[in-house]
């Protein structure tokens, strides 16, 4: 049962590492991972007869469990958008998770009673058993399952222009991979580039875009990379986006009505993290709204919070996500922001941003940053709870930095 399930599992990886990568993913982009799970699994196989008992629950379980979570993007997204690419081996890898965590679960039953001692002795084996698998739960799978998603999850229909004013343009990012969004050309003479959050896609922009055109700016919200309708490899932390904010600010500055001087930025969350990035390697942006902004790797979320219960989680995350995207993070948010030359503002929201923003805004020392904070308001959805305050600090930020004289 075991390798019949792992066979099933490797077969749906080799599929979307290779098959249907999806499009604008190199051939070897998903190399390292298929490689893993190949030679992971079995390896796998390989050991399973050797182990004893628990370890083979608790190896069925992990691997299991990795399968179902992949798998179920895929009969989600069958569900709602019709079978295709890999989501056929994608449906089949969710059997066979399902089996290796049945198969988990009754191993354990299978072999009660061989372990000689007394019943006391058997039940603290059984308390202390209880207590290694929610540890592992808790700084292995979940992290792990968390990552598989970040890098995993499907594309939701994009769905029409906010309005007739909103072209949809397509350009190419620094690397070559191909964008999609929407543009709406400026009337004050200054335009904003809009960047989503991670998991997202330009749809969840359209507040802060409709913002921002209420004030006569132009704006240019798109698709980062493998998400929407634009191609590339999915990373909900960012990793890659700077060569897409790098493709924006080119289509924009060879559009005649665009003044390349007066060109801005707007992030969300992921998309905040990036535009630190930006903003501390490239001078062409004029002024930066960085809200939600927090961790963009391993090292960010170290430099921020230092050792603690989460650390183990962050770093089996980010360890995660680079094996399954194929991908690198880019340069630590601190460093850039003390080298940020044009105005930055951090918006941070409810107590878990804070010593984020704090921290970069610190480090910053008399570099143009500044820090707003809200504390009651959600992730980034000041726009909404706190939305007088917030279009007018954001705007009049922009129209400081961007209006003529």
Known sequence: MFGGAMAVAIVHALDDAFLHRGPGVALGQHLLAAALAVGGGLGAVAVFPALRPGLRAGLAFLLGSLAVVNGAMHLKHAGGSGMSGSDLTGVLAVLAGLVLVALAASIPWRHRGEVAGSRRRRRARRVLAALLSLLAFVFV??????AITETHKFREPIGAPPDASYREVAFDASDGVRLSGWYRPTRNGATIVVLHGGG????????HARLLVRHGYGVLLYDARGRGRSAGVQN?????????????????KARPEVDPGRIGALGLSTGADVLVQVAGQRTDL???VADGTAASSFEDANAVLGLSPTTPIYAVDFLTVGVTS????????????????????????GPPEKPFAD???????DRPVEHWHLPHAGHTAAIREAAPAYERRVVTFFDRALRRR
């Open 326 to 349: 194929g991908t690198t993070p880019g340069p630590a948010l601190q460093d850039m922001a003390q080298r940020v030359t044009s105005p930055l503002l951090l918006v941070s929201a």
């Open 141 to 146: 799978v979940l992290p792990m399952a968390v």
């Open 200 to 207: 997202g896609d330009r749809t969840g922009a359209v507040a």
């Open 359 to 365: 921290h970069y805004d610190r480090v910053a020392g």
């Open 236 to 252: 909900a932390w960012g990793w890659g986006w700077p060569k897409d904010v790098a493709g924006a600010l080119a289509f924009l």
């Open 286 to 288: 004029a002024a930066v």
